[in-house]
């Protein structure tokens, strides 16, 4: 605990936040959450109604040293929403029932209700929490989670640690947005803009530093959607973590956080005091199919030396020559797995369904969450838990043996980055493709092809048209999703279920009380299959499906997209236009367009489509 208590002064006021912690004795850590609405105005433009814990926001940060207990009694005061808590990036190896997103490792805990999360931390680093139920988390309920290290490899290079989060940020709520963006005057799945980006949940933000020091960075991206590019002017970065693993030293001038990443790096500060420097995070605009008038994609802090000296404004990049973090090595030197026993293929696919919404896919599959919790049909089937069809075939269920190597390859036939993550395990990535490289082709790896030493973490980015190649050993007995951690692809179904060592699980595992308790409470039956069938568990009438396809021979994007911009040029209905239309084939042409206005700090020649995300947030704000 050393570390973190030498450095709460500097953190408490850099985040303005007073958890309600209680330090019991001997490593065990409780924090009281009552999670309800409050309201917010972070980036100065637009207040409005935010998830808070304690009638606070921003959210404290979870603080915890390794070998801690860890305890969070969650109360959901929300009133209109079930919510759950996801603790990202921790194996929960033991406690899988504590990973917390709904219906999969628990129910949604209705409003009124308590549900008490409770586990055991052995990894150190940098994480975070978010709520991982109903595309819920970019209301606010989202904050780092650092998991202090009585052994850190770098402690006797630092001076003190800066606990640093980088988010996008939503006027609307996501209960807003969500039927708006999964909607058949959406064709093309155009994702909402975010309104602004945030550094520590402010755009002011100040952190004081003096001269000839180090100092630990820890940064996490809790956004929902934007990457972003960070980098410090005047400083270079040592990055020596990502996503709590340790890496070697590697230098870096600007970094990369795609959504739900997480880097810790040092900076050294000048020896001088005459000027304080410029940080920068910029959401990359790549991304965005639009770009709405009007938009500040850039969020700036500053690096005080001095504070009776000017914030300057910082620079304008020529280009983001971010740090490529494939060729990052970890501290531990953990060798590459051997060859796999079972490979998980997955082509991500974005296209409509027949009733003309946008969905994501992995091959012909989107994911739908099923009537019972997939863990409890895992505790409540027997021997038939190895049997993938009792999770229901919209959970996309892959059943691992335990300890068995397992690969995943991505290939992506998008057009998009999709930063993918897998719960309950770092995975080595063995193989990245650039931009446009096609589907991965096995018969030109082997075993020497790979690195011998992979960089490994827990959210790793597939770039567009390209692929990714991943692989884990599958010894935490579970039930853990991998999924985009994109959260509108999360409400479109870029969703898989590992369902790892069903048996072994049923022989270790309790499922707490208080968690049936919660299910209870909001009428979600748990057990029996997906479908909550407990006498036949392989009769999976009634399980939750998805939408039929369109029938064959349309091409759904184009003909959906067709007949909805003929319908709203005939109706002239803004509502039907506000983004939904904008062209994919122009939005792709455009993002070397958007990446030089992104440096130019200007948005000239860019179709303003999105102009009317604006209003049509205008609209909301004066609801
Ligand atoms: Cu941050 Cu499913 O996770």
């Known amino acids: 605990m050393a570390i973190s208590l030498s450095f709460f002064p500097i953190i408490s006021t850099l985040l303005l936040v007073l958890s309600k912690v209680t330090e019991a004795a001997n490593g065990t850590v409780v924090y009281d959450f009552n999670i309800g609405w409050v309201t917010s105005n972070p980036d100065g433009a637009f207040e409005r109604t935010t998830i808070g814990i304690n009638g606070e926001w921003p959210l404290p940060i979870i603080r915890a040293t390794v070998g801690d207990q860890v305890i969070v009694n969650v109360k959901n005061d929300l009133g209109n929403q079930t919510t759950t808590l996801h603790f990202h990036g921790l194996f929960m190896n033991g406690t899988t029932e504590m990973d917390g997103p709904a219906q999969v490792s628990q129910c949604g805990i209705p409003p009124g209700s308590s549900f008490t999360y409770n586990f055991t931390v052995n990894q150190p680093g940098t994480y975070w929490y978010h709520s991982h139920d109903k595309g819920q988390y970019p209301d606010g309920l989202r904050a780092p989670l650092i998991i202090t290290d009585p052994d850190f490899p770098y402690a006797d290079q630092m001076d003190e640690e800066i606990v640093l989060s980088l988010s996008d940020w939503y006027h609307d709520q996501m209960q807003v947005w969500i039927p708006k963006f999964i909607n058949k005057a959406n064709p093309t799945g155009a994702e909402p803009v975010p309104q602004a980006a945030l550094m520590n949940d402010t755009q002011n933000l100040t952190v004081p530093v003096q001269p000839g020091k180090t100092y630990l960075f820890r940064v996490v991206n809790i956004g929902a959607f934007a990457g972003q590019y960070l980098w410090f002017e005047g400083h270079n970065m040592t990055i020596v973590e990502v996503d709590g693993v340790y890496t070697d030293p590697a230098e ?204 490994r973490r827990d959210t790793f980015v597939l770039k567009p048209a390209g692929y990714i190649v991943l692989r884990f050993q599958a010894d935490n007995p579970g039930v853990w999703l991998f999924h985009c951690h994109i959260e509108w692809h999360v409400d479109q179904g870029l969703i898989a279920t590992m369902v790892e060592a069903p048996l072994e699980l049923q022989k270790t595992l309790t499922i707490p009380q208080n968690h049936f308790d919660a299910c209870a409470a909001g009428g979600v039956p748990y057990t029996g299959n997906a479908a909550g069938n407990t006498v036949d568990v392989l009769d999976l009438s009634g399980a939750n499906v998805a939408p039929k396809p369109l029938p064959a021979g349309f091409t759904p994007r184009g003909i959906v997209a067709m007949t909805f911009s003929a319908l709203a040029a005939l109706l002239g209905l803004a509502t039907i236009v506000w983004y939904g239309l904008a062209d994919m084939g122009a939005a792709t042409m455009r993002s070397e367009e958007k990446r030089i206005a992104a440096m130019n700090h200007e948005t000239t020649d860019i179709t303003p489509v999105g102009g009317s995300v604006n209003s049509e947030s205008d609209e909301a704000r004066r609801r």
């Open 252 to 455: 870096a001038e600007l970094i990369y956080i795609a959504a739900a990443q997480r880097y810790s790096f040092m900076v050294t500060t000048k020896n001088e005091t005459s000027v304080n420097y410029a940080i920068v995070s910029s959401m990359d605009t790549s991304l965005f199919d639009t770009i709405p008038d009007g938009l500040n994609w850039n969020v700036t802090g500053w690096l005080v030396y001095n504070d009776t000296k000017d914030k300057p404004e910082p620079a304008l990049v020529d280009e983001f020559d971010d740090f490529d973090d494939f060729t990052l090595t970890p501290y531990d030197k953990m060798a590459l797995l051997p060859e796999p026993d079972q490979v998980v293929s997955l082509d991500v696919i974005m296209d409509n369904l027949g009733n003309g919404k946008p969905y994501a896919f992995f091959g012909n599959v989107t994911y739908v969450s099923q009537k019972v919790p997939t863990l409890y049909t895992v505790m409540s089937t027997g021997e038939n838990a190895s049997n993938p069809t009792v999770y229901g075939e919209f959970s996309h269920p892959f059943v691992l043996e335990h300890n068995q190597i397992v690969e995943i390859v991505v290939n992506n036939l998008d057009t998009g980055k999709h930063p993918f993550h897998l719960h309950g395990h770092n995975f080595q990535a063995i193989a990245r493709s650039d931009e446009d490289a096609g589907v991965f082709d096995s018969t030109n790896s082997t075993q020497t092809t790979y690195p011998a030493i992979p960089m």
